[in-house]
């Protein structure tokens, strides 16, 4: 049976429609602003797997390189996130620019993307959730993947929540994820951490493993800061959905994970992503947050490209995202032109509502 097609795979297609037809160059001028904030993940070399939800978050090493190669062959500049600021407040526009962002602190950004920011040598900012450094929070939508790759059926019945489904192949596997993914996603955040923590345990996975073998701890972090390509950011104590949360949780995980950052590493903190950074977790509430907390910038996962507006709304900016599902130069070469995200945005430069 052909796999259902997804979302993915009409974006894939719009893409390469764009790209084969050059409408992507006919609009630039309009379209491209002034420039872009990428968003990374995982950086490590690719490995097949049938059941791989989020794969989306990982890039390869190479496809790192292929993409800042382009960024620079195009005569973009790669700044860091400091200088973004006045980049966006220039009256005359210098050299269109790109930052590089990369989220949640992942070890794989030393052993992979660190040698690729260093030959481009690229300035990079990695917004860190201290409970990963710590090994106290957890990877959630990691474990709600290994757990359903281990187990071979899922029928849970937690409060009012309940949920069945056959997860024996990839293709029943994939299914179960997206199904099970997008109901607990626009529910309550306590339920999700609640049935995600049972599904863990039925499928015997330690969670605190999870995030001790994917995350930087303090000690690799402190080498990071060393580097003088890389700057650190703030992204909460434990990665929660903010919009979700009563006023005062949110506010504490935005002040005190950057508190704890500078404490440990001992570095200014001025910038902040909001985890998830959909509407449902970043909206006008938790952008008026870290403006007051003094953060120079904060950062979503809205899709866009960077216009002079944005000067006006510094901690509601949206990024371009190195996604997992589009790693061809021809897809980031069409995503860079600004085109796609004119048109899910509307024409609108601004989407900070
Ligand atoms: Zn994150």
Known sequence: MPRPLTKYDLYRWVLRVCHATGLHGAFRSRTCGLGAILMLHHVRPYAPRGF?????????????????????ARGYDIVP?????ARLRAPEPAA???????????????????PVFRKHRAPFTVFVTTGF???TATLWWLDLEMAIAALSEIKIELDDFAFAAPTRTDEEKTAAFAQLYATLRAG?????????????VRAE?????????LCMSWDELRGLADEPLASIGAHTLTHPMLGKHDINIANHEIADSRNI??????????????PVGDPSSAGPREFEMARKDGFL????TRPGLLFKEHADHLHALPRLSLNGLFQSEAEFEVLLSGLPFALLNRGRPLNVG
């Open 133 to 135: 450094a710590d090994a």
């Open 261 to 274: 950052i500078v404490n440990e590493l001992g570095v200014e903190v001025n910038h902040f992503a909001y």
């Open 188 to 200: 309550n955040e306590f339920l999700l951490r609640k049935v995600v923590a049972e599904l863990a």
């Open 205 to 213: 996975i330690d969670p605190l493993m999870t995030v001790r073998s």
């Open 297 to 300: 910038t904060a950062v979503t």
């Open 52 to 72: 791989c939800p989020n794969r989306i978050l990982e890039i390869t090493p190479a496809f790192l390189d292929a993409a800042l190669a382009l960024v620079k």
């Open 81 to 85: 996130l400091d200088e973004v600021p």
């Open 96 to 114: 269109p620019f790109v930052a590089i962002t990369l989220d949640d602190g992942y070890l794989d950004t030393i052993e992979h993307a660190l």
